[in-house]
């Protein structure tokens, strides 16, 4: 199949997922065509099928907000024509899914017809989607989409709740690559971070409100005092300088380390020991199952799509958003020395079920059956 793919190239779940799940059907030898504004943070190898547009966004001084939607969908009319391609699968639905209407519309005029696939990914329907200033349109243009994915059953039900959806949601969980995300023995690094044996304590995200890092602070915080600990935290975003605020108040600074957006993120987890995500939103927690994969149990609230990840006394455990001493009380069982094994073992175990080479067939056998029944309404 020849797929477009229409995402955010930044260091973000939902760029993350689009930008793994186009060079794993690289590999299956589909052509993937990835729409976007700048290159994709994980677009970092080269492949014959593997081609990248980037959306150009012409200024004009009437302009106080560039058109973003109408580049992208001329774009998206652009490749789509010369590249003659069967399918754009757009990931999240702000506004990638209004400008694949608008990009579809287009196409008909000229005698092309393409289904439409949107991913929803989190904060597009749990926050920033259901806000009345978008509300309509994300409606819109998720009943128009030829087919519809969420990625937990969580936020499929989120979406029903919040929106008057027509169209069916197929739930297709994200996934890793365990060969890339796999522990490695990095003791020289270990050394160099815990000389003295602590434990690591890492937590990755894009450093927003909704990941609530204030909560890491106040854990790692009691932690430290019960057990000989290093805090690492990977990413970087608008609450960082709150952050390092907190850092000096709770007296935790030598404790604390800031390493900033990594490549080699699996390079940090293959020598954590627990990873912590307190978030008060969280569709699916890929950042979690990225540590998971390199054996590093979880710790993280019981929201959204956080419990169909995180098997509570397995992998780790869930807690309620805020709950900071129950968050303390199951860190500690965790680390445990007793205990730590066992659920390292679990954390990887549960990982495995969300393998790169599992879900990527349920994606492939969708878009068949989307090209499918396309075709078969056009007959009709
Ligand atoms: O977490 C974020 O704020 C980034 C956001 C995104 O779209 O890039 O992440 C969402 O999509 C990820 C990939 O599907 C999920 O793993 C995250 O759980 C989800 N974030 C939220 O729901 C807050």
Known sequence: MKIGIV??????????????????????????????????????FFSENLYYHEVDIRSYPLFQYPPYELALASKMVDVVTHEQLDLLHVHYAIP????????K???TTKGIRIPVITTLHGTDITLVGKDPSYEPVVTFSINQSDGVTAVSESLKQDTLDHFDITNHIEVVPNFIDLSRFQRQKKDHFKTAIAPDGERLIIHTSNFRKVKRIEDVMHIFD??????????LLIGDGPERSKIENMCRELGTCNDV?????????EEVLSVGDLFLMPSEKESFGLAALEAMACQVP?????????????????????ANVGDIEDMTAKSL?????????RFKQGAFKVAKRFDIYNIVPEY??????????MKGAALA
């Open 7 to 44: 995402c955010y190239p930044t260091y973000g779940g939902s760029g993350v997922v689009a930008t793994e799940l186009g060079k794993a059907l690289a590999k299956q030898g589909h052509e993937i065509h990835f729409i976007t504004y700048s290159q994709p943070t994980r677009l970092d």
């Open 333 to 341: 069982t965790i680390l445990d020395k007793d205990n730590l094994d």
């Open 96 to 103: 990638h899914a209004s400008a694949a209407f608008m990009a």
């Open 105 to 107: 519309q287009i196409l």
């Open 298 to 318: 979880v710790v993280s609230s019981n929201v959204g799509g956080l419990p169909e990840l995180n098997e509570d006394g397995v992998s780790g455990f869930t």
């Open 222 to 231: 009691r932690l430290r005092k019960e057990v000989p600990s290093k805090l």
């Open 257 to 265: 380390r800031f390493l900033g957006k990594l490549d080699v993120i």
């Open 364 to 373: 492939e056998a969708y878009y068949e059956r989307v090209i499918f029944e």
